[in-house]
């Protein structure tokens, strides 16, 4: 029993990080720093006995042949900085954070998709962009467009209300990685430019960029929507805002808007539905056509498997690729983690 002497005291996960328990094991999200921790079940469920029981009362719960385990599980919590100790009189002075999730704009994030041929009005969609005060844009290109028309777009959005740009570049010998990080250095709303169908996959490295931006070649064109919703680890957003975001709405769908190669408007690109064509009916129009905020509310403890996943609350949720493409509840068909077992297939 090596930690005796705090008998009297309460083991407290600090506020910013969150249990989130799966079929065979749990993650700790650590909501601030980002990033997760894999723990056992058995350790989340002592966390939560841990709110209400002080340390000495879970050494006589769990009883003598588990003072061991008991003592790894908080030797392994304190060298993480995932948990203190504090006295009785102490516990109020630390609340639980707040879980509520609010956002004061219409619209969070975009999709624009341009094809070969300009099917709509781009710089009209931008300003209705600005109008809804989205902060989040990605641009995807799924075939090659001058340097002019990559810089106007650029400069347009420089007094717009995006504070994030993402981009999809088709490969073209011009943008090779000068120009790129000349583009990163210019225009620092830009959060990332993916090239693909690239000669190779490497990530761009720069001293001057590397904080501001990710850059990226990939071997893969991205030839149409159906490139997006794929699933995996390294996509996963290990922070408060998402946290929060997946405990009230669907962390793909809410507060998202998009018009696809074609200039309809939809709620993704990926989707059926369409809202009608973007030279002809405003987002906003579109925004309070009925059906559109449909999904927006679709939350992972709704969907099949998701539902038990101890990832549920990092991961993104895509309802663009269904499993069952008649069942809206049905899990993600682009992610192959069974969380049964614990293993991506
Ligand atoms: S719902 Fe799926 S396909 Fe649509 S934008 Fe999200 S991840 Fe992509
Ligand atoms: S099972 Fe669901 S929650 Fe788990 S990783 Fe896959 S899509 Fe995400």
Redesign the pocket.
Known sequence: MKYAEQATQYLKLFSNCFVTKGVIRSIIVDGYRGGFEFIPNDLGDLLQEAEQYTIGELYTQYGEENYPAIDEYIDYLLEKELVFMVSAAEKSCFPALSMEWRFPGKIANAILDVGAAQSYDLPAVLQQLDELQCLALQVRLFAPQSLEWLENLLKACSSLTFESINLFLPYDSLLDEERLLYLALAHQKIASIVVHGAPETRRIRHEAIDKLAGLFYIETPIVDESHCGV?LPEYFSANLLHYTESLAANTCLNHKIAVDRFGNIKNCPSMIESYGHANEVSLKAALAAEGFKTKWSIK?EQ?D??QV?E??HI?TDCRGYLAEPANVYS??AK?S?D?YVGVWN
């Open positions: 699933t992972k969907i498997v998701c996943c990832f549920r991961c899990k993600p992610c983690y969380p």
